[in-house]
């Protein structure tokens, strides 16, 4: 079976300031990892995956994502945070996601 | 433009009137998939397709049916829609998926539709 786990409902950084967003899977089997982001009333949006390969992945709007095996976590990072980043986003393993996490960027 | 779309955006109904949402893409994507939105519980698969006329249960297809008669299409129907199915429903492709063991795998992302707002009264 595969799952998904976001510990934070929600994040709440300061513009400017980095922002970390954590995942943790698990899947038999190498995963394919995924972050999406939800704006209101719109689908998700690919964000960046990670396949194989660097375990530093970047991906669209400044955001990257960390691999690290031996504690299945994928957690996204961006360095400098934005109010425009203030968005639901989710991690996906596969075709499964997790429950999300609200992200609020405070000016 | 490469896109999902579904219809309707929003959909008021009563319990036991059979609707169907409607799904299409136009990217030759093989693998296609269902999904509803609830607070606190995420994105969870109903129903997914990985070809034309394949198609098997996601994590909660209880209440659901899909079909694939062609590729680009993939609509969900709720043949008598109960309150409980209240939710955002987002239809979704791929350009294709593996089964892996019990895993179904994918290495290409997702494309989502804007989604379908319903509620049952």
């Known amino acids: 079976a595969q799952s998904v786990a976001q510990p934070e409902d929600q994040v709440n950084v300061a513009e400017g300031n980095p922002l970390t967003v954590k995942c943790t899977y698990s899947?038999?089997?190498?995963?394919?990892l995924f972050w999406y982001v939800q704006y209101p009333n719109r689908g998700l949006q690919f964000l960046l995956k990670?396949?194989?390969?660097?375990?530093l992945v970047k991906g669209s709007y400044g955001f990257e994502a960390e691999f690290n095996k031996s504690q299945t976590s994928f957690h996204l990072k961006k360095p400098s945070a934005l109010v425009s980043d203030s968005a639901l986003y989710f991690c996906a393993v596969n075709f499964v996601f997790g429950p999300g996490t609200r992200l609020s960027v405070l000016p | 433009e490469a896109q999902v779309t579904q219809n309707p955006r929003y959909l008021i109904t009563v319990t036991g009137k059979k609707l169907t949402v409607t799904c299409s893409q136009n990217?030759?994507?093989?693998?296609m998939s269902w999904y509803r939105q609830d607070p606190g519980l995420g994105l969870r698969q109903i129903y997914y397709s990985m070809n034309v006329e394949v198609t098997d249960k996601g994590d909660v297809p209880e209440g659901y049916k899909v079909s694939r008669k062609e590729k680009r299409n993939f609509p969900l129907i709720l043949e008598s829609p109960s309150p409980n199915q209240t939710s955002l429903y987002f239809c979704?492709?791929?350009?294709?998926?593996?089964?892996?063991?019990?895993?179904?795998?994918?290495?290409?992302?997702?494309?989502f539709g804007n989604g379908t707002r319903l509620t049952v009264t």
């Open positions: 990217m030759n994507h093989e693998y």
């Open positions: 899947v038999s089997g190498n995963p394919y």
């Open positions: 979704a492709s791929s350009l294709f998926g593996i089964i892996s063991g019990e895993t179904v795998r994918g290495n290409s992302p997702l494309h």
């Open positions: 990670y396949i194989t390969g660097d375990n």
